[in-house]
């Protein structure tokens, strides 16, 4: 790679934000390394959708619990709750 294409590259990953650099980066460690752009912009909506929602659940768990804080064990039941809900196992290979 020529140092005009390294500056460029330098360039868009400045232009990039930190958390669309985290998703290609986790992307790159796992071998996916050729994919459209908007793929980021798709896992980084989902992600912050997932975050929020796990939040606001673990928010409800502890005003309902009396706490004024969210602590570990509201964050822990929210997550599986939404792994309850909006996740679901694979068919068994068997099938």
């Known amino acids: 790679?020529?140092?005009k294409d390294k500056s460029k590259v330098?360039?868009?990953?400045?232009?990039v934000p930190k958390d669309a650099q985290v998703i290609m980066s986790v992307?790159?460690?796992i071998g996916i390394t050729d994919y459209e752009p908007?793929?980021?912009?798709?896992l980084l909506?989902?992600?912050y959708r997932y975050v929020t929602s796990v939040l606001d659940d673990a928010r409800v768990?502890?005003?309902h619990a009396k706490k004024k804080?969210?602590?570990?064990?509201d964050v822990r039941?929210?997550?599986q709750m939404q792994l309850d809900k909006s996740f679901t196992n694979p068919p068994p290979r068997e099938v």
């Open 61 to 63: 768990f502890a005003n």
């Open 1 to 3: 790679m020529s140092e």
């Open 27 to 29: 992307m790159k460690e």
């Open 38 to 42: 908007r793929v980021v912009n798709q």
């Open 10 to 15: 330098n360039l868009q990953a400045k232009n």
């Open 45 to 47: 909506e989902f992600t």
């Open 77 to 79: 039941l929210a997550v």
């Open 69 to 73: 804080n969210i602590d570990l064990d």
